[in-house]
T-cell receptor
Framework: GPKVLQIPSHQIIDMGQMVTLNCDPVSNHLYFYWYKQILGQQMEFLVNFYNGKVMEKSKLFKDQFSVERPDGSYFTLKIQPTALEDSAVYFC????????????FGPGTRLLVL | GQQVQQSPASLVLQEGENAELQCNFSTSLNSMQWFYQRPEGSLVSLFYNPSGTKQSGRLTSTTVIKERRSSLHISSSQITDSGTYLCAMDLNNNRIFFGDGTQLVVKP
C-alpha cells in the first residue's frame, strides 16, 4: 500500500543546535501532519499542513518549530534551537483528503537531544 | 481531559488465546483508526473504521460511532502479535487523538 518515508530514522544532536526532520509523503496526498511521542507516553498531535500553510497546531508546536514543503519536495519539521525536552519519536503522516480518509504514517524519526 | 480511553492497559496471553481490546471516546468523532506499534516504535495502520465491522486475517475491528466505542479482536494470538495497539479518533477538524495504548505480550 501507500508508504510514507522518513529520513533519518535516528538523529542525535546537541542541545541548542538546529535539526530538520524530513518526510516523503504519499505522492498524491495533499494534507500533511507531524506527531510527537515521548518514550513511554501518548502520541500527540503537533501540526497539520495544506497548500503551503499551517492549518492547525497544538500547544506542543513551540515557536522553535517550523514546517514547510518547498516545491513539492520533502515535508520538513525544523527545530531551532533544540531543547532536551524535544527528545522523542516524530511521526509524519499524510492523507489525500480532509477528514475523509485515513492518515498514512511514516515509521518515525527518533530524535535524541543531548 | 483524556479523550480516548483504551483498555486494558496491558494484557498477557498464551499463544493461541484470543484478545479483545477496547477503545472509548469522550466526544463525537468523524472516524477512528487502529494502529499497531512495533517494539522499535514504528506504526502500522491496521484499520480505518468509521463504523461497522472490518476483518483482516485474525484481526476484527468493530466500531459503533453513536456509542463512541470501538473494539479490536485478535483471534488465535501469536508471539509476533506482541507490541502496542493504539486507537485514535479523528475529530471533524482532522486532528487525530491517540489513546495510551494496550501493551500486548503473547507468550509461547
Amino acid at each position: 500500500g501507500p508508504k510514507v518515508l522518513q529520513i533519518p530514522s535516528h538523529q542525535i544532536i546537541d542541545m541548542g543546535q538546529m535539526v530538520t526532520l524530513n518526510c516523503d509523503p504519499v505522492s498524491n496526498h495533499l494534507y500533511f501532519y507531524w506527531y510527537k511521542q515521548i518514550l513511554g507516553q501518548q502520541m500527540e498531535f503537533l501540526v497539520n499542513f495544506y497548500n503551503g500553510k499551517v492549518m492547525e497546531k497544538s500547544k506542543l508546536f513551540k515557536d522553535q518549530f517550523s514546517v514547510e514543503r518547498p516545491d513539492g519536495s520533502y515535508f520538513t519539521l525544523k527545530i531551532q534551537p533544540t531543547a532536551l525536552e524535544d527528545s522523542a519519536v516524530y511521526f509524519c503522516a499524510s492523507s489525500p483528503d480532509w477528514g475523509q480518509d485515513t492518515q498514512y504514517f511514516g515509521p518515525g524519526t527518533r530524535l535524541l537531544v543531548l | 481531559g483524556q479523550q480516548v480511553q483504551q483498555s486494558p492497559a496491558s494484557l498477557v496471553l498464551q499463544e493461541g488465546e484470543n484478545a479483545e481490546l477496547q477503545c472509548n471516546f469522550s466526544t463525537s468523532l468523524n472516524s477512528m483508526q487502529w494502529f499497531y506499534q512495533r517494539p522499535e516504535g514504528s506504526l502500522v495502520s491496521l484499520f480505518y473504521n468509521p463504523s461497522g465491522t472490518k476483518q483482516s486475517g485474525r484481526l476484527t475491528s468493530t466500531t459503533v460511532i453513536k456509542e463512541r466505542r470501538s473494539s479490536l479482536h485478535i483471534s488465535s494470538s501469536q508471539i509476533t502479535d506482541s507490541g502496542t495497539y493504539l486507537c485514535a479518533m479523528d475529530l471533524n477538524n482532522n486532528r487525530i487523538f491517540f489513546g495510551d495504548g494496550t501493551q500486548l505480550v503473547v507468550k509461547p
